[in-house]
């Protein structure tokens, strides 16, 4: 079943110039990009975002991080996106990480791991909602 995951590209990510090597192993991995943008978040709008977490001890740490500086929030879609793409980006500890996902080659720790994937379907649909309309999606790509 064709499925939509939400990415983004953490600040460590953009701060590294790492953004252009991270889509290409996206696009190499078969999920097409149906939305994307650069966006900087304000620490309300990273908070918002991960409320989720806001009674863990890291939740203040992963604001902070979210809101240093510019990250792009792209939809990508395919097959099993989510677990494919959970694969390929690998555990949120990179020390943990498989070889060859973007987390063991370019993350430096797991706070500032250098992405961020939805962990599943519903979660993808009100995290790609919160920062995509249906007008900024381009269906039918083909």
């Keep these: 079943m064709v499925q939509r995951t939400l990415a983004i590209l953490k600040p460590d990510c953009v701060r590294k110039n790492l953004i252009g090597k991270v889509i290409k192993r996206f696009e190499a991995e078969g999920f097409k990009i149906i939305g994307m943008k650069l966006v900087k978040l304000d620490s309300n709008t990273a908070g918002e975002f991960y409320a989720v977490h806001k009674d863990k001890p890291f939740f203040y740490d992963l604001v902070s991080f979210m ?19 959970r694969k390929v980006i690998g555990a949120t500890d990179p020390g943990k990480a498989d070889e060859g996902t973007i987390r063991k080659m370019y993350a430096d720790s797991k706070e500032q791991n250098m992405v961020h994937g939805s ?19 381009v269906e039918n790509m083909g």
């Design 67 to 85: 809101s240093s500086g510019p990250c792009v929030p792209m939809v990508l879609e395919k097959e099993n996106a989510i677990e494919d793409y």
């Design 119 to 137: 962990d599943a379907p519903d979660t993808a649909e009100y995290e790609i909602k919160y920062f995509f309309s249906s007008k900024e999606l």
